[in-house]
Every structure is written in C-alpha cells, then in structure tokens.
C-alpha cells in the first residue's frame, strides 16, 4: 500500500488541485460523457478561481469544510479531496481524485477517511456522492468502501453511514 500525507489544501496548492481534477475527469469520463459533457464538467468542477477561493476565504461558505490534498514521499500532491456537512447530519463528498499513478495504492482510502473524519466531526451520521455517470469507473471503490445507491431514480446518487 502507498502512504499519502493527508492535510488541508493551502492556497499555493489551487492550481495543482485544478489541473489534478481536470486530468482525472478527462481520464475518467471522456469517453463515458463524450466531449462537450466532458468540457462542462472540466469548466464547473476545476475552475481555478472557485477552487482558490474555496481555499482562500476563511469559513467559506456554511457547511463548507474545505479541500484536503495528500502528499507522497516527495511531497509532490497525488490526490486531493472537497467535501462539507451542507444539510445537518448529511455529509457531502464533492470531489475525490487521484493521480493515474498513484491509484490502487490507498490514496483515496486515505482522503476519504480524512473528509469523513472532518464530517463527523460537524455532526454528519450519513455520507453522500454524487457521480457523474451510471457507468462511472469510480463506482466499484465506493461500493468497497460501504456505499450503496439511493433509490433510483438517483442511482448516480450514493450514501453510507458515517
């Protein structure tokens, strides 16, 4: 398994965070989506002021809990992670990504123990995502990790308890 530093994204961390999700997304979804799908998912999900911002403001937004990143033995940024308590007791991964390189290796077990650990700590007892696809490729490591999908016809929808 490969050991990833876990902590809160710093504002010197906004562009490599982009560029991260926009990879991981073309990677993942251009196929499944098609192109312009793709793209708009890259404009809304990656967009560097937002993701600066998001960063940046203090207390951010209500039931905002910020960007975590998570560092190999190089200090290079591998993985990164977005997540907030938006509803009392519901917990809301926005985002999870990794490197190509760095998946499989316990990366995004990692941020998504961090994001959850952060949830719970705002009251949350249950975790939700949102995936942008039926067919999506993350969905065999949600599964692994507890969640299940709500009832159709959200099935792109998922939750576990905390």
Do not use: H, K
């Not at 960063?55 to 990164?80: F, H, K, N, R, Y």
């Not at 992670?81 to 990366?107: D, I, K, N, T």
């Amino acid at each position: 398994m490969q050991l990833a530093d876990v902590r809160a994204a710093e504002a010197a961390d906004a562009t490599t965070i982009s560029r991260l999700l926009a990879e991981a997304i073309r990677g993942s979804y251009a196929e499944i989506l098609g192109e312009i799908p793709t793209r708009r998912l890259v404009s809304t999900q990656c967009a560097l002021p937002r993701i600066r911002a998001e960063i940046e403001i203090p207390g951010g937004a209500p039931g905002w809990l910020g960007w975590l990143v998570a560092t190999g033995a190089d200090g290079a940024l591998i993985g990164v992670a977005a997540g907030g308590v938006p509803v009392p007791g519901e917990g809301e991964l926005y985002a999870l990504a990794v490197c190509p390189g760095s998946r499989r290796g316990g990366v995004g077990s990692a941020l998504l123990a961090a994001a959850s650990d952060r949830m719970r700590a705002f009251g949350a007892t249950e975790q939700r995502v949102t995936l942008p696809a039926d067919r999506d490729p993350s969905l065999p490591f949600y599964e692994r990790v507890g969640f299940a999908p709500l009832a159709a016809p959200t099935n792109n929808r998922l939750n576990r308890p905390l």
